[in-house]
């Protein structure tokens, strides 16, 4: 079974500059989360899908980050205007379920983003 | 925040068994325990999900105690590829929220 693909696994960019990352879940996993993961830290959520729907955004500084999951498969979390203190991996995790009493969530690799 | 507590890090010799502890003192009587792990450069990779039993698959096993107040994780015989980052969770039911998780070094 293939797993989360994500691309790219590394960005560099500038700050102000804008990046997206795209994200391939386990097919059939209705569920799509986005992480933050700083240097040191373990992973924040940014936002979760249940198919095309935004369960919970709370945590996603919405000034600049944007995400979209059209169709309910593939998504992608975009950055605009970046600035230095995003520079972290971007996590993408799927899970077949949501809200339900087990959660298993399986992960991709991420992408590492850099801001310079 | 997180709602588990656990060391910042352990080590463990190669060959031998590896428990690492995990503290949630505030878990509700629905909240199962997940712990995963992530080696350098990698995402999360899960290991093991409980209620209130013990569980046991092939890669570990998960002991939860009667008041379910902490669990341990045990890597029955560690080896230099288990050397990770591990995070013990406790699941709201919709989203988990990761501590800075345990760093275990197996030593050869």
């Known amino acids: 079974e293939a797993g989360v693909a994500q691309s790219p696994r590394y960005k560099i960019i500038e700050k102000r500059q804008s990046v997206a990352f795209w994200c391939n879940p386990i097919?059939?996993?209705?569920?799509l989360y986005w992480y933050q993961q700083i240097l040191g830290q373990g992973p924040k959520l940014l936002i979760q899908f249940q198919n095309n729907g935004v369960v919970d955004d709370s945590q996603l500084p919405k000034d600049r980050f944007s995400a979209e999951r059209l169709k309910g498969v593939d998504s992608t979390l975009k950055i605009q205007p970046a600035k230095l203190e995003d520079s972290a991996v971007y996590l993408c995790?799927?899970?077949?379920?949501?809200?339900?009493?087990?959660?298993?969530?399986?992960f991709g690799p991420g992408t590492r983003l850099t801001v310079t | 925040d997180a709602k588990t507590t656990q060391p910042t890090s352990m080590d463990c010799a190669e060959g031998r068994a590896a428990n690492l502890p995990c503290n949630h003192s505030?878990?509700?009587?629905?909240?199962?325990v997940y712990w995963y792990r992530q080696i350098h450069s990698q995402g999360p990779q899960y290991i093991i999900h409980?209620?209130?039993n013990n569980e046991t698959n092939e890669m570990a096993s998960l002991i939860i105690t009667e008041d379910r107040k902490s669990s341990t994780l045990i890597l029955p015989h560690a080896t230099l590829r288990d050397t990770a980052v591990y995070y013990c969770?406790?699941?709201?039911?919709?989203?988990?929220?990761f501590g800075p998780g345990t760093r275990l070094s197996v030593l050869p």
């Open positions: 505030t878990i509700s009587g629905n909240e199962y």
């Open positions: 409980g209620l209130k």
């Open positions: 097919s059939g996993h209705a569920t």
């Open positions: 995790a799927s899970s077949l379920v949501w809200a339900g009493r087990e959660n298993e969530q399986y």
């Open positions: 969770i406790v699941d709201y039911g919709q989203n988990f929220v």
